[in-house]
């Protein structure tokens, strides 16, 4: 299987640790989103939305969006598991995963998208280009500290974040946590859950994926 990968990106870095814990091998296949390749002829013909990550599968199926992605790799090969061991793991798995992606790294691509010098005009990702709105950036910034402290009282009490075990929950909160500390967004001094739940994750080999 080939993954369409780019290195610095946040959602394909889920992807790949995600493997990376099941010791999956996939063939990377670079797409340089700095200097739009991801909007050429090429890869538009690959995925029309112009975002990595992509699963290609060896018949030539193409698998689009992360959640869609890891899902399919869980069901495949199923050890260990990493969005929940039962019916209710699952539910919290994918809720925290969720709640993540829509408070955590949503708020997070507003603060980068509307701020960044190089993504004037693409403020948001895909083929039409958006105006930056300088205000959003800093609504980001804020929203993404309050979903620390959100973080924060979950991890009070809880190993990972949806529970007792490592899951994509963790992973997802694991790359939002090292984007947001890349554009200067630390944790709260007082998160102690946060740090001590940090620690142990990125230690993890696959968190170098
Ligand atoms: N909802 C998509 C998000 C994918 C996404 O936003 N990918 C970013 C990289 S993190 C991208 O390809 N950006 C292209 C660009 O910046 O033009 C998913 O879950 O896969």
Redo the contacts with the bound molecule.
Sequence with gaps: MKLYD?AT????RRVRIFAAEKGIQLDMVA?D?AN?E??GDAFRAINP?????VLELDDGTRI????A?CQYLEELNPEPPLIGRTPEERAAAVAWFTKI?QQGLLAM?DAF?NSAKG?KG?AL??PVGYEQIPELAERGRHCVRGFFERLEQQLDGNEFVAGAYYSIADITALVLTDFAAWTKIELPDDSVNLRRWYEKVSSRPSAKA
């Design positions: 780019c990106a946040p959602s394909p797409i989103l739009g991801q909007f939305d112009c975002v990595v990550p689009t969006e992360v959640l992605i992606e691509r998208r993504l693409h990702t895909g």
